[in-house]
């Protein structure tokens, strides 16, 4: 069958062949293209279409593409992974719904670091932490430090057995607590464990004539006590000096001696210099100041003088050459008045004498 296909019209593309070709003998013998642009038609041996020139005749797959499509995926598990156990570590699970968010377009360890440390759940968990990097302290390096001075600052307080003044562990009210010690108070483990150590000794390791003397002499009862000795206005050394004032306040009390804050102070420094002073260790001195008190002072009154407990303790102590002298000569007066026994003795109010 012989067609003449040159008057035939297939649009854009037209045969290009000679005329009145016997198209179905023809068909896969190498002729020219019955239609531009589709190939040399069918291969009569292979019955597979003849491809125009330059053409693939196979279907490539991008394997490349795969591979780097599951790397990825696989990058992103990892990072999650990674994300997971942070947060667990630092309490903050409930941020496990925003890994997809933390994540994104990265699956860089440091840009998922710094996404994290910019929520405001990580701020709240590490409010101490972000504090100190805002003033540019950087004595709590990271994370893993800040929870290991976490654990030291919770030891102390459990230590002193007032756990309790921190909030419940685990709760935000005791993450805030420790943030105050660390970003707002800028107070060491050590500052901590020595000032909670004075409230202590005040609070729960003496009589209650010393609680009564630091709440006499600086307005602070034992409730409080403890937030107050961990005041940063307030230094360790005037700390520990209040409490040693106090003691010697109070055991001095129960030896019938009167000290105000500032000859406490006084004593207590002397006694205990910049160290923490015990019931043991001042109440021989305290217990021979009041011996003293009892003979000088009664011949001060029968003199019609007086003699403070606080000059007493400034003449035996060598803290006051006046007061010193004051002593001294009262006790001269003593001897001479009564031949060396006591101003109260029975002898010398004639207890020897019968009526």
Not at 76 to 83: S, Y
Not at 265 to 284: A, K, N, V, Y
Not at 324 to 331: I, S, T
């Amino acid at each position: 069958m012989s067609v003449d296909y040159s008057a035939m019209d297939f649009g854009d593309y037209r045969y290009q062949g000679p005329t009145n070709v016997d198209f179905i003998q023809n068909i896969g013998q190498g002729g020219p293209d019955p239609i531009q642009g589709y190939g040399t038609g069918i291969n009569r041996e292979t019955g597979q279409w003849n491809p125009p020139a330059g053409a693939s005749t196979t279907t490539t797959v991008d394997q490349a593409a795969i591979d780097k499509a599951a790397l990825k995926a696989e990058q992103r598990q990892t990072a999650a992974a990674f994300l997971r156990n942070m947060l667990a570590q630092y309490g903050m699970g409930v941020l496990a719904g925003e890994l997809d968010t933390i994540i994104k377009d990265t699956t860089s360890e440091e840009v998922m670091v710094e996404r994290l440390r910019g929520t405001e759940s990580y701020k709240q968990r590490f409010k101490g932490l972000t504090q100190l990097r805002s003033k540019g302290v950087t004595d709590i390096a990271n994370e893993g430090e800040y929870l290991r001075a976490e654990s030291a600052y919770r030891r102390v307080f459990r230590e002193a057995g007032i756990s309790n003044f921190l909030g419940e562990a685990g709760t935000q009210t005791e993450y805030d607590a420790i943030a105050k010690l660390v970003g707002d108070y800028s107070l060491s483990i050590e500052e901590v464990r020595d000032r909670v150590s004075d409230a202590q000794r005040i609070v729960a390791q003496t009589p209650q004539e010393v609680r009564d003397s630091f709440q006499r002499f600086y307005n602070v009862d034992p409730a409080t006590l403890t937030a107050y000795v961990l005041d940063p206005t307030k230094t360790t050394s005037e700390i520990n000096r209040r409490a040693n004032a106090a003691m010697i306040g109070g055991l001095g009390m129960q030896r019938g001696l009167e000290f105000g804050a500032a000859a406490a102070e006084r004593i207590g420094s002397f006694l205990g210099g910049e160290g923490d002073l015990t019931g043991t260790q001042i109440e021989p001195q305290l217990s021979e100041i009041a011996d003293v008190q009892r003979a000088t002072g009664r011949l001060a009154q029968l003199e019609r003088g007086t003699l403070t407990a606080e000059e007493t303790a400034f003449a035996q102590l060598d803290l006051d050459t006046g007061a010193k002298e004051k002593v001294k000569g009262l006790q001269s007066r003593e001897r001479a008045r009564f031949g060396g026994t006591g101003a109260f003795s029975s002898t010398a109010l004639g207890g020897g004498t019968k009526i």
